[in-house]
């Protein structure tokens, strides 16, 4: 009875709190409403990067979906790597699977198991290591490197935007120096 009344009370804090997506370093403005001045010549995935951040939903999608991090970051070829050895690491571990289902025993018995069974526990743990670490890498190398991308791009063309809104006080007269040359033959 007690195990139903807490349940119940963790169903309807539930409706109070609204912790689905939540960020470790929240932002104090809202960038992606406010509509930003841009060059005339931003491509569409630079203001595409500019645009996006990494939110803790993303972590989730993250241990979903190998690479998306970098993929959101538009680092096509990291996110494919990161694809390509997350798919290693479940291979080893249906491996590890089939391996044990011949002997008749589980895979939660590897880590106890003898010396005659040093090779899956070695499939076993790096395939376990080799999820985690792309996981992990993933998460934070993916985040580095959109904020790296962003900053590149606020710094390229921030350079221009100063330029081009230069403004001259016309009312003033500037000295300048004008010299012609006119060739005849």
Request: overall charge positive; charged content about 20%; some cysteine.
């Amino acid at each position: 009875m007690t195990n139903k009344l807490f349940i119940l009370f963790l169903l309807i804090l539930s409706n109070f709190v609204k912790a689905q997506d939540f960020d470790i370093y929240p932002k104090l403005k809202d960038d992606n409403v406010e509509m930003s001045n841009l060059y005339e010549n931003t491509r569409l995935d630079e203001y595409q990067l500019l645009s996006r951040n990494i939110r803790m939903m993303d972590m989730a999608y993250s241990a979903i979906v190998p690479g998306y991090v970098h993929f959101k970051a538009k680092d096509f070829a990291t996110g494919y790597s990161l694809l390509g050895a997350r798919l290693l690491g479940y291979s080893g571990l249906a491996i590890n699977y089939y391996n044990m289902n011949k002997y008749g025993l589980k895979i939660s018995d590897i880590p106890n198991l003898g010396p005659e069974y040093n090779t899956d526990k070695v499939i076993f743990f790096s395939s376990i290591s080799l999820i985690v670490s792309s996981y992990l890498f993933d998460w934070i190398h993916g985040k580095y490197q959109l904020e790296k991308k962003q900053e590149y791009i606020r710094y390229k063309y921030s350079i221009k935007l100063k330029m081009d809104n230069l403004t001259y006080n016309y009312n003033n007269t500037i000295p300048c120096l004008s010299l012609t040359y006119n060739f005849q033959l």
